[in-house]
């Protein structure tokens, strides 16, 4: 059903799906109960939907809720979202970019948002107050999510991720569960912030900044890999950023060996 009314709407809008923004419609309505379960919606609630659509998320989650907050980017598409949940009264409608727009508050996510969005959406997300959040995300990138240290996959993203969260890759969702069909599969993504973090960082921003770098050099060894970090960052001479780096702990693996709580000990040591 969901299939023939998205057709039947990009015809009467004229909308034509844009590959820049993402625009892969959601027709797999079975896997919203599966959606709002995860992210253990309730009537007092209040839950953001980015890349709202055409609201057919929206419309299902606004009935186990307090109020849904749909974002949708494109105009034209947010013209018929307008237009299609007009009737339902719990559901603000806001259009524009949900990194760059002041939004109602809000403690759980349910959404499919673009494939574009998906690593700036999350670090957003797992930095904002949440209570929980469930979404459909490309296979690949949620794989790079829950990644393990050694593994292809580890990379910046799954240390922060971990940090900050319990984060579990669900069920697979097929590419034909979208219209028009992208090239590659999903699934369902479970955050669920920690009551109590494994490590409180005492600066998140060098935490990031750090790791981000180290990825870059994932082979070399620790000692190695931060030494140009350190001339950078505390402006010490390439002698001072040598020996601080040998004092370090860890300094004899491998980046990629490292895992999300020693690079959380490393940027604490650091910032002391």
Not at 139 to 159: I, N, Q, T
Not at 169 to 179: E, G, H, N, Q
Not at 214 to 240: I, V
């Amino acid at each position: 059903m969901s299939l023939e009314e998205t057709k039947r709407l990009l015809r009467t809008y004229r909308i034509t799906p844009n590959k820049l923004l993402g625009q892969n419609f959601f027709v797999g309505t079975g896997f919203f109960d599966m959606l709002s379960t995860e992210a253990s919606i309730i009537k007092t609630d209040s839950v953001l939907d980015v890349g709202a659509g055409f609201g057919f998320l929206s419309h299902f989650v606004a009935d186990k809720c307090k109020t849904v907050i749909a974002v949708e980017k494109d105009p034209k598409v947010a013209e018929v979202l307008r237009e299609n949940l007009k009737d339902v009264a719990n559901v603000i409608i806001i259009e524009g970019d949900v990194l760059k727009i002041s939004l109602p508050p809000f403690n759980k996510v349910v959404a499919i948002p673009p494939y574009y969005l998906s690593s700036r959406l999350v670090t957003w997300l797992l930095e904002s107050q949440i209570e929980s959040a469930a979404m459909i995300l490309q296979k690949e990138f949620a794989s790079r999510l829950v990644a393990k240290p050694k593994s292809e996959d580890y990379g910046w993203l799954a240390v922060f991720a971990f940090i900050h969260a319990n984060v579990e890759v669900l069920d697979a969702v097929p590419k034909t569960m979208f219209y028009p069909q992208p090239e590659v599969d999903s699934a369902i993504v479970s955050l669920k912030p920690w009551s109590e973090k494994p490590i409180e960082l005492k600066d998140e921003k060098s935490f990031v900044k750090m790791v981000k770098w180290l990825f870059t050099q994932r082979n070399k060894k620790l000692g190695k890999a931060l030494t140009p970090f350190l001339r950078n960052t505390l402006k010490l001479s390439k002698g001072e950023a040598e020996k601080r780096a040998l004092d370090l702990k860890f300094r004899d693996k491998r980046v990629r060996e490292l895992n999300p709580i020693d690079f959380g000990d490393l940027a604490n040591d650091l910032s002391s």
